[in-house]
């Protein structure tokens, strides 16, 4: 086991460290799956979205491959392709906007707001008809504002899809998120707060005619084992991830409380570095800080100045999906979204996992002032 | 005696290895894209005397990325066989393709004398499906597809190691999907699946692909899905891939037992040829029976767990019916599907289960 000196290297996740408090549980966990031989949508799937369906607040859960899958299905199982158009966020993670392209609809942007979160102000503007669906992305474990989003997308009579791929136990004036669209897709991707070791996504819905057709997309389609009601996918969450992804349910809120305890110690110490901001916490939205990102000034300058320091960040993202090489066939350029495109260029992520110990976060926020003075 | 369809059970005999493997793993976090996954990729491509084999989901994600790379359009049609798994199916349509039945042969394989029939100017490529592990005739599928411009992806699902005129399965075609799905010939355990190609130009743009179009953390140059195979399944792979000529080896063994023993049960079981010059790998082994639905209540009554691989053709599932067909299209694979029975064949049988099941099937006839 090797051993780790705080105050040599803090780095922006560690992920070694989050397993090898639990691995014993987790091996269990594996071995478990073993016994029973159910390696293809066994019952720790079943245990796992009824889990995850109570922590969200939903009625029902359906586990699949990935989080970008989740989106996926969720556009699919609404009936969204060709000639449609999604409204989303240009700064989300690639996946949220592949998603609509792969079922080949068209995604349509509206700028975000200092939260990093798509704008309901413009989301309205953005509407035509043949807009199909909303898609807000709950970006860096923060809610949208789903107020006013579910006022518009109730006005035009539009489902909303939630992006919870970063969200988990976030919510918005005490409801979780995946609870207030017609459907939440969620991410357990390894670097995500409830992780998988590989790729996991998971839905959530209350809609029990979409968690029926979910069921048979996620599973090629198959309502038996020999009836065949619809083309779908292969997009089912391995058994052995699931159950290594309950035993992480055991330590969810803990670890989450620690990323809150992290990130309300960094508003603290980074109230008076004027060069620094972040958005507020506010009482309607709880975030689950996936991420702490903060807006800076010079930030290639103090990336590579905390990286020095021995301190990992990371920029989520540093290009708006619309002036990515993929995003050029969107057709829009640069200064469409000008709130995204300059926060792109202002952004960083500090480390925030629940492992960071209050001396490495001090040492972090000692050396951001020290960049700036 | 119970003779099952299933060796997970006998896989399990030790696991120790397996969990220090996932224990390392664990430890190490390297869970997407790492190191067993790189390793697991060179020893499956070599296993198919390919230069590249890319590690993605599934076995279906193995068949749709491929075609979409193929530059597969909505409304291109993509001709396969109704007697196959619904994957591959499935794996046509969720590229955007318009699926096109052309009926099997005695085999269980496409019928090439049908292929040029169903060819028309929306055809885009064929999958032809080694199915059961048997292989279709890739040297008349590629003069077709040669002739007419189209593409070729091989659903090799349940081929790994086929073989046919001395070339490898995924040898032929611009692609080959395989599955490593807990119940084939190599599995891993979970969903996983492998895309093997001669093609340098592809393999690259299926890495890309795979992985959200990601040609480094944060350079995205096309809109992809998230299909990897995960690490952990790779680990389970990297075990298991040593055994493959081992598990091919005696599922040959003891399809050549029951072919024997099954020839003098001719006026009752039918048993396909066995063509020159092709190497079945018998991911499953299929007849077809007289009175098929009362021997699998015998076999079934008897320990003996046979299956049925699949008892509708897939142009007959509800699925289907937005393409138009009809019972009557494909007659060989409709008949097929109501005769056919599949016998347990894996690695794990001992002589003695073999003999047992056989005897369970003469029994029934014989009485």
């Known amino acids: 086991m090797r051993t780790r000196d705080i105050t040599v290297d803090i780095p922006y996740v560690d992920i070694v460290g989050q397993h090898a408090a639990i691995k014993d549980e987790l091996l269990a966990a594996v071995a478990g799956v073993i016994d029973r031989g159910q390696f293809v949508l066994g019952e720790e799937v079943g245990e796992f979205e009824r889990r995850f369906a109570e922590l969200c607040g939903v009625d029902y859960a359906v586990g699949v491959n990935s989080g970008t899958d989740a989106l996926i299905l969720a556009l699919q199982v609404l009936g969204i392709g060709p000639g449609d158009e999604v409204i989303t966020a240009p700064n989300s993670f690639v996946a949220t906007v592949s998603a609509v392209r792969l079922v080949g609809a068209t995604p349509v942007f509206a700028d975000v707001g200092d939260d990093y979160n798509i704008d309901p102000g413009r989301v309205a503007g953005a509407i035509s008809g043949r807009t199909r669906a909303i898609l807000p992305v709950h970006l860096t474990g923060r809610a949208c504002a789903m107020d006013p989003l579910r006022e518009i997308a109730t006005a035009h009579g539009l489902p909303l899809i939630e992006d919870c791929a970063q969200a988990v136990l976030a919510s918005y004036r005490g409801q979780g998120v995946g609870s207030f669209g017609a459907m939440g897709c969620f991410s357990l991707h390894p670097l995500k707060t409830l992780n998988a070791c590989g790729d996991g996504g998971v839905l959530t819905t209350d809609d029990a005619e979409l968690y029926e057709k979910l069921l048979y997309l996620r599973n090629l389609g198959l309502k038996t084992r020999e009836d065949c009601i619809a083309w779908g996918h292969n997009s089912r969450l391995d058994t052995v991830q699931a159950a290594m992804v309950l035993v992480k349910l055991r330590y969810l809120e803990e670890w989450t409380a620690q990323r809150r305890a992290n990130a309300a110690a960094y508003q603290a110490a980074l109230a008076d570095v004027a060069e620094v901001s972040y958005p507020l916490d506010d009482s309607v939205r709880e975030s689950a800080y996936h991420t702490f990102v903060v807006e800076v000034e010079d930030r290639d300058g103090l990336k590579v100045y905390l990286q020095d320091c021995g301190i990992g960040t990371a920029i989520h993202y540093p290009t708006p999906i619309h002036l990515t090489t993929a995003g050029n066939e969107l057709g829009y350029g640069s200064g469409a979204f000008p709130v995204a495109e300059r926060q792109a260029k202002r952004i960083l992520s500090l480390p925030v996992f629940a492992g960071l110990v209050p001396e490495q976060l001090e040492r972090v926020c000692r050396s951001i002032r020290s960049y700036y003075h | ?367």
């Not at chain 2, 049925?308 to 694979?333: C, K, M, N, T």
Request: glycine share 10%; aromatic share 8%; proline share 5%.
């Open chain 2, 1 to 367: 005696m119970n003779v099952p369809f299933s060796y997970l059970d006998r896989q399990f005999a030790d696991i120790d290895a397996y969990l220090d493997d996932i224990r390392q793993l664990v430890l190490g976090g390297d869970f997407t894209l790492g190191a067993a996954v790189a390793e697991f990729e060179e020893r499956f491509a070599r296993l198919c005397d390919a230069p590249h084999a890319v590690g993605v989901g599934s076995g279906t994600d193995a068949l749709t990325l491929p075609l979409r790379c193929a530059g597969l359009e909505p409304g291109d049609e993509v001709i396969t066989t109704p007697m196959t798994f619904i994957a591959t199916v499935g794996a046509i349509a969720m590229a955007g393709g318009r699926p096109v039945f052309v009926d099997s042969e005695d085999g269980f394989v496409i019928d090439p004398g049908k292929i040029e029939a169903a060819i028309t100017p929306k055809t885009r490529a064929i999958v032809p499906v080694h199915y059961t592990g048997n292989v279709a005739a890739m040297p008349k599928i590629m003069d077709i597809a040669a002739r007419n411009g189209l593409t070729v992806v091989e659903d090799a699902c349940q081929a790994i190691g086929g073989r046919i005129e001395g070339m490898s399965v995924g040898s032929w075609g611009v692609a080959a999907g395989f599955s490593l799905h807990p119940l084939k010939n190599l599995n891993v355990w979970g969903d996983g699946g492998i895309v093997v190609t001669h093609s340098a130009e592809l393999a690259d743009k299926l890495r890309l692909y795979r992985n959200h179009g990601l040609k480094n953390r944060d350079e995205v140059v096309m809109f992809g899905p998230n299909s990897r195979l995960d690490s952990l399944q790779a680990v389970i792979g990297n075990r298991l891939i040593d055994e493959v000529d081992f598990i091919t080896d005696r599922r040959i063994a003891i399809a050549a037992r029951y072919d024997a023993a099954l020839a003098e049960l001719g006026d009752f079981v039918s048993v396909p040829e066995r063509r020159a010059g092709v190497k079945h790998v018998f991911h499953l082994y299929v007849i077809r029976a007289q009175r098929r639905d009362e021997l699998l209540a015998h076999l079934t009554a008897k320990g003996v767990e046979a299956k049925i691989h699949y008892p509708i053709p897939v142009h007959l599932q509800e699925a289907a019916q937005h393409l138009g067909y009809g019972r009557g299209d494909f007659p060989v694979s409709e008949s097929d599907s109501e005769s056919i029975i599949t016998l347990p064949a894996h690695q794990h049988l001992t002589d003695e289960e073999v003999e047992y099941a056989v005897e369970a099937v003469r029994s029934f006839y014989l009485g």
